[in-house]
């Protein structure tokens, strides 16, 4: 574990970071270890062909709105800061969070996580997913068979089942009263890991147990 | 004189006689294959397996009743030399690499153990059966035991992951099964020739029992090691066949049986020596081999495997009806009783064992579908087969072979389908789903599927990592011609065949284009009544209905991949890939109005497969003439790879300031025609056509000038990358009709 003491280092801030985030050190070493492999050119910084030089993320039907997810409006590149704060989203919701009334909510809250799903929708960033963002949604999901008629209704008929105000949009608030359906469990919008390799490196064993705790 | 006339009409059957009949059994089997597509609901419920045999206990009926015998074709060398091969090649070819890699382990767990702890737990336990004297069956020595144990635990779950397809299983459940029959017919075999050889032994030392044991893992690496090394030896020559595009699927397929053949030479496992051989080269190989070639490689893997496949369940069903059986009531009853035991015995056991592993345990769900889902097939009817005549029982084993395996097909083959969907019936209850959320919960799941992407798999990040960082330093160095930095979107663009993407994008006329349809929504909603539609409880379940069947499936490439009947399915990956482009081509149209704007916005969508990096060196290139730097573009991507360019005419690049000025200076026309024909002298040849077309425009009047070349500017985009000289670039609907001569 000396190693990553050292990596750790040499992260600027990074102590910040994981109280932000709530990530173990471990996980923001190997979240560093990405970003640099990632940024293949050695910036810093990651730009949307980064990104999109992922190729499984290219097969995404939503690929490109998760990628802009990750670039604020304005903001061409990505640093590793706003990586792993972007990424904290996806960490399970803590169930046993003490209920302090200052503190802000943290990353990974019930709420952050909707917030995240909603700006997938919500293109313009007004606060609201009108008709047409839902059916660019629709367009991007369903195979091609589907036609535009089919694809009205559908869009027509989630309006009309979340939209309370009558404002044929879908705000903030009508988004998190849909998604409360108790079949709707926001405790799936989170990374599980994949199969752990029975030989695991020494290093990251250790941290493999450690994080099972978190995790 | 005694003259033999020569007849004017002679029959020289048995010149003919071997080639002819084994082509009309191939016809045969081919015919029976496509008689079950006609009826598609046929396939759903019956697995082909069950189908084949049918065929085949048909035919043999027919046969039987005529007093014919069989070809004896089935012999051990024409089983293990030619038939197997195909098969096995045709499943590590298809194979998945990544999320392969990914299970590694699990998958090996499952087929090594598990195969082991199958033939052992049945032998021990048939043996056991063997000792009471009513079923007479005493003279069947352990070893034999063994033998015939091992022959009926080599699971074949093809018709496993056709209904796992259906009930969208996750993705690790499809590739451990997949991996899982894979490498259980290489310990199959494995296990077979060890206790064939020991069969034949009249006494068993403990000392032999070691050496047969380490045996088994020399020839199993072995086998992978000689793989391997075959694999790239490979990747190498095809770094040469540039020139000689014909021959590389013959190269393929040539090192590809010359590995198993000289594994078989040294008594090393060749099914893993050829499985291990196809994983390593496909990588390389499908970067230096023209597209046409990757096509007929895949093809032509596909087709002789099944054709091989397909003929083994057909002799099972021939030999099922022909051949004497000898019948024992009481061991053939119960070594299906174990076969089943043993297996979902095993499946439990090994679960609890690995799932601590796995951070996405196998549910009981997933267990039962492994367990249930292990259907015996080819393999096991052919090794029972060729069983060496040495072994009394041989007739017996035939027998018990294949009831199990007819069982085991039909029986459970049927029934998985209707048990899994009642198993998945139970847990989600659709109807108290509204759409909202069905709509939600798959964005949810999409997005989660991509931030894993993104994060790259956690544990196995570290192995991966450094073996592509030595990959990219030194293999692709060694083994790929033309060495780019590997852009795996372009990449993907090439596996799927996109530079024909213009006759699919033809046929879908209408639909593709995410942008005419908003707009023409956008018309329509100023139109349409403000007032909210009433939707019936028919209307919804239709909605959901079409929800389940169209909404992309998660990750939906590892499971087209693994179908072991078809080649691998690429239209979803087609259509998502199309819709980036077309909303990538909106953004552009707008941005091409406005010049620089473009580049901007093209760098937002980065869904324009980039081969080079996205750099700022970009933007002005465009507005220059710069026919320099574009030409020789274009000539380089020609040079390479002549045969991609389409008869219909892929786009030239076309700087937009020269047609602007075409546009606005109408009087010196023929000025302007020599100078069009000077830049174009250097596009493709088909563009030729075009441009002549457009001269003849220009003396119409400088309004349609200005609207041809708006229309020019924004289809004919520079583009920035070789590789993407596709017509997947232009809009075809948005084109003004222009009469090629092609």
Redesign the interface.
């Known amino acids: 574990m000396g190693s990553t003491n050292s990596t750790l280092l040499k992260i600027p801030n990074v102590e910040v970071l994981m109280q932000e985030t709530g990530f173990s050190p471990a996980h923001i070493i190997?979240?560093h270890?990405?970003f640099k492999?990632l940024d293949k050119?050695g910036r810093g910084h990651l730009?949307?062909?980064d990104?999109?030089?992922?190729?499984?993320?290219?097969?995404?039907?939503?690929?490109?709105r998760?990628?802009?997810a990750f670039?604020s409006p304005g903001k061409?590149t990505v640093d590793f800061h706003t990586f792993v704060k972007i990424?904290a989203h996806?960490r399970p919701v803590d169930k046993d969070r003490p209920k302090e009334p200052n503190s802000p909510e943290p990353i990974n809250s019930r709420s952050n996580k909707l917030k995240f799903?909603f700006q997938?929708?919500d293109q313009d960033k007004d606060g609201k997913i009108s008709?047409?963002e839902l059916?660019?949604?629709?367009?991007?999901?369903?195979?091609?068979?589907?036609?535009?008629e089919?694809?009205?209704?559908?869009a027509?008929?989630?309006i009309?089942?979340?939209d309370l105000d009558r404002d044929d949009t879908i705000s903030f608030e009508e988004f998190r009263k849909?998604?409360k359906?108790k079949?709707?469990t926001m405790f799936?919008?989170?990374?599980?890991?994949?199969?752990?390799?029975?030989?695991?490196?020494l290093c990251?064993w250790s941290s493999?147990l450690q994080d099972q705790h978190e995790? | 004189m005694c003259e033999t006339t020569q007849a004017v009409f002679t029959l020289n059957y048995p010149r003919i006689q071997i080639p002819f009949e084994i082509t009309l059994w191939v016809l045969l089997a081919s015919f029976a294959k496509i008689g079950f597509h006609v009826y598609h609901k046929i396939t759903v419920w019956v697995p082909e397996s069950c189908l084949l045999i049918s065929i085949g206990l048909i035919v043999g009926g027919i046969m039987h009743s005529l007093h014919e015998k069989p070809p004896a074709v089935l012999t051990s060398n024409a089983f293990f030399l030619y038939m197997l091969p195909p098969i096995v090649l045709d499943s590590g070819y298809f194979m998945p690499t990544r999320p392969f890699f990914?299970?590694?382990?699990?998958v090996l767990?499952f087929a090594v153990v598990g195969t082991l702890w199958n033939s052992i737990g049945i032998g021990i336990s048939l043996f056991a059966i063997c000792q009471i004297e009513v079923f007479g069956v005493q003279d069947i020595t352990l070893q034999e035991n063994f033998l015939f144990a091992s022959i009926i635990s080599a699971v074949e779950p093809v018709a496993v992951l056709t209904v796992f397809e259906d009930i969208s299983v996750h993705e690790?459940l499809y590739i451990v099964v997949f991996g899982e029959c894979l490498f259980n017919d290489a310990v199959t075999v494995v296990l077979y020739n060890l206790f064939n050889h020991v069969a034949a032994l009249e006494v068993v030392e403990a000392g032999d029992v070691f050496l047969d044991i380490g045996r088994f893992f020399v020839v199993g690496l072995g086998g992978t090691i000689f793989g391997a090394l075959f694999g790239f030896v490979t990747a190498f020559t095809t770094r040469f066949t540039g020139k000689v595009r014909e021959i590389e699927p013959l190269i393929i397929f040539l090192y590809s049986y010359l590995a198993y053949l000289i594994a078989e030479l040294f008594a090393i496992s060749s099914i893993m020596a050829i499985v291990i051989c196809a994983l390593t080269m496909k990588y390389y190989v499908e970067e230096n081999v023209s597209q046409r070639s990757c096509t007929t490689i895949r093809h032509v893997i596909k087709m002789v495997g099944s054709v091989s496949e397909t003929l083994i369940f057909f002799f099972l069903g021939v030999v099922t009806i022909t051949t004497e059986h000898e019948w024992n009531w009481g061991y053939i009853l119960f070594a299906l009783l174990f076969a089943l035991l043993w297996r979902g015995l095993g499946i439990l056991v090994l679960t609890q064992i690995i799932n601590p592993?796995?951070?996405?345990p196998f549910n009981f769900k997933d267990q039962f579908g492994l367990a249930y889902g292990g259907l015996r097939g080819a393999v096991s009817f052919a090794l029972a087969f060729t069983l060496p005549d040495n072994i009394g029982r041989k007739d017996l084993f035939i027998t018990g072979t294949i009831v199990v395996i007819i069982f085991t097909v039909f029986i459970q083959g049927i029934t998985i389908r209707p048990l899994l969907k009642l198993m998945n019936v139970r847990k989600t209850n659709r109807n108290?789903?509204?759409?909202?959320?069905e709509?939600?919960?798959?964005?949810?799941?999409?997005?989660?599927?991509?931030?894993?992407?993104?994060?790259?798999?956690?544990?196995?990040?570290?192995?991966k990592?450094k073996f592509m960082k030595f990959n990219n330093r030194i293999l692709r160095k060694i083994l790929i011609r033309d060495n780019h930095p590997e852009?795996?979107?372009v990449?993907?663009y090439k596996k799927l065949e996109l530079q024909n993407a213009m006759e699919v994008l033809d046929q879908?006329s209408g639909?593709?284009s995410?942008a005419p349809?908003?707009i023409?929504?956008?018309e329509e909603?100023k139109n349409a009544s403000k007032s909210?539609?009433k939707?019936l409880s028919s209307?919804?379940t239709n909605?959901h209905e079409?929800?389940s069947k169209?909404?992309?499936k998660i990750?939906?490439?590892t499971v087209s991949y693994t179908n072991k009947h078809t080649l691998p399915d690429d239209i979803?990956?087609r259509?998502?890939?199309m819709?980036?482009h077309t909303?990538l081509r909106r953004s552009l149209r707008a941005g091409s109005f406005h010049g620089t704007n473009a580049a901007k916005m093209s760098?937002?969508?980065?869904?324009l497969p980039?081969g080079r990096?996205?750099n700022s060196r970009f933007p002005p290139r465009r507005l220059v003439h710069a026919d320099g730097d574009i030409e020789s573009e274009i000539n380089y991507s020609s040079i390479r790879h002549p045969q991609r360019v389409s008869s219909k005419a892929v786009m030239p690049l076309r700087p937009l300031n020269t047609l602007k000025e075409v546009a606005s200076s109408v009087n010196t026309v023929d000025g302007q025609n020599e100078e069009q024909r000077g830049c174009r002298r250097s596009h493709l040849g088909s563009n030729v056509s075009r441009s002549g077309h457009l001269t003849s425009h220009l003396p119409h009047g400088s309004s349609r000038n200005c609207s041809d070349g708006d229309h020019d500017a924004w289809v004919e985009e520079p583009q920035n990358n070789s590789d993407v000289q596709h017509p997947l670039m232009r809009r075809p609907h948005w084109l003004p009709q222009k009469p090629h001569d092609k």
């Open positions: 190997r979240l270890d990405r492999a050119e730009c949307p062909h990104f999109g030089a992922i190729k499984e993320l290219a097969m995404n039907p939503i690929g490109d998760i990628i802009g670039f061409e990424l996806f799903a997938l929708y008709r047409d059916l660019q949604v629709l367009r991007a999901m369903l195979g091609m068979q589907v036609t535009d089919q694809l009205e209704s559908i027509d008929r989630t009309q089942e979340a849909a998604c359906h079949r709707f799936r919008f989170c990374i599980r890991p994949g199969e752990r390799k029975l030989m695991l490196t990251h493999e995790l | 990914e299970n590694f382990g699990t767990w690790q592993f796995r951070t996405i108290q789903e509204t759409i909202n959320d709509i939600h919960k798959r964005l949810m799941e999409h997005t989660v599927a991509g931030i894993e992407d993104l994060c790259g798999q956690w544990s196995h990040y570290y192995w990592d852009s795996s979107i990449a993907l879908m639909d593709i995410a349809s908003l023409s929504l956008h909603r909210r539609k939707f209307d919804v909605m079409l929800l169209n909404m992309y990750r939906h490439r979803t990956a259509e998502i890939l819709r980036r909303s760098q937002k969508y980065f869904s980039m990096s996205l």
